[in-house]
């Protein structure tokens, strides 16, 4: 497959995008993800703590920790894609302090080859979005329907809904914009409410669940996949393949040629050269002569 895009996308690249070609982000997790995303022309990949979810089985984002977030991003830095990548800071990573919201925050870009982290939450975060910033680590903002505040929320819901709420969030993504943040993720709004968010901030906005006018969209690698185990898929994922479904019937295949003994065949198995066998089989049929040679053979070692 052509590689549709070449150059190493950064931060400032992001937000010069503002309100041109739509941004193509997708959520990925180790070495062969980074891969493929990269190689379907992704801008961002975001090590997303859904990892939490479709990698390790959690029912919610709230287990993860900053160690797993950072090994996942790191294998994926070791795809040295062209997308920019994007580390999630995980739930109580940037809630307690500053100086443990920057301790963090470096973590991913040192151990974790992250080149700039996201950060959920609105006004209440602007301490420790100002701090990242200040150790100048690129920051991608995530309002709206935050995973993180999942017991908050009563549920995952879609937020914005009254005018009072949405008003709010309005004010949230013009105080993160002010801050410096490069670009903002919109989770689970009305469209409208988001249309009103891209229109009135100078950042790109990228969507997920917010509808179509945002700069951008992101979904998760899973999902659009159908990596998943479930059908109970949010209303706002399209499944382009169901990976899931085609890696069921390809190893049912494979278990049956097994059974049958057509797996391996020929061209899968390796062969001794005829007049090796042909001295093991000697060997074999008198062990004296096999012990003189394993002994000549030490000797000349
Ligand atoms: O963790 C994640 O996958 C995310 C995206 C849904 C934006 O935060």
């Not at 982290?117 to 991608?140: F, N, Y």
Request: hydrophobic share 45%.
């Amino acid at each position: 497959m052509t590689r549709i895009m070449s150059a190493k996308m950064t931060a400032p690249k992001v937000l010069a995008r503002k309100g041109g070609d739509k941004l193509r982000m997708v959520t990925a997790y180790d070495f062969p993800s980074a891969q493929i995303a990269d190689r379907a022309g992704a801008d961002i990949v975001l090590v997303g703590d859904s990892l939490a979810n479709v990698v390790l089985g959690h029912e919610d984002t709230l287990s993860v920790t900053v160690d797993q977030m950072v090994h996942h991003t790191a294998a994926v830095a070791r795809a040295k894609p062209s997308a920019l990548i994007v580390g999630d800071m995980p739930w109580l990573s940037y809630h307690t302090s500053i100086e443990e919201t920057v301790h963090n925050a470096g973590r991913f870009i040192r151990e974790g080859g992250a080149e700039a982290v996201k950060l959920e939450g609105g006004r209440k975060r602007l301490p420790m979005v100002r701090a990242v910033l200040d150790a100048e680590i690129p920051v991608m903002g995530h309002i709206g329907l935050t995973p993180q505040s999942v017991h908050a929320m009563g549920g995952f819901r879609v937020q914005a809904k009254r005018a009072s709420a949405a008003y709010e969030m309005i004010s949230d993504a013009k105080a993160l914009a002010d801050a410096g943040v490069f670009s903002i993720v919109l989770e689970g709004v009305p469209d409208v409410v988001a249309e009103m968010v891209t229109a009135e901030i100078p950042v790109p906005t990228i969507g997920i669940g917010a509808g179509v006018h945002c700069d951008g969209q992101v979904l998760v690698f899973h999902d659009l996949l159908g990596l998943g185990g479930g059908d109970d898929l949010p209303k706002f994922v399209r499944q382009y393949a169901r990976l899931a479904d085609d890696a069921v019937e390809a190893m049912t295949r494979y278990f049956a040629d097994v059974q049958s003994g057509d797996f391996p065949g020929e061209d899968e198995t390796y062969h001794m050269p005829a007049e090796s066998l042909e001295v093991l089989r000697d060997l074999t049929s008198r062990p004296q002569a096999a012990d003189h040679l394993l002994a000549d053979e030490a000797m000349e070692r």
